[in-house]
């Protein structure tokens, strides 16, 4: 959940007193899934400058 707090979706306060298991989990699934879109658009961009 580390990822969580350096990315400033929540605080170790937040994740520890207001999120449950799951949605912590589903909020970090969340963040991977725009990280990867952001990546591959990145990706595709530079294989267009090619």
Do not use: H, P, V, W
């Not at 799951?22 to 699934?29: F, S, V």
Request: aromatic letters at 12%; charged letters at 40%.
């Amino acid at each position: 959940m580390y990822i969580l707090i350096k990315a400033k979706l929540a605080s170790m306060f937040e994740l520890k007193e207001y999120y449950t298991l799951d949605e912590a989990l589903k909020l970090y699934a969340l963040y991977r899934m725009d990280m990867d879109i952001q990546n591959g658009k990145a990706e595709e961009m530079r294989e267009r400058r090619e």
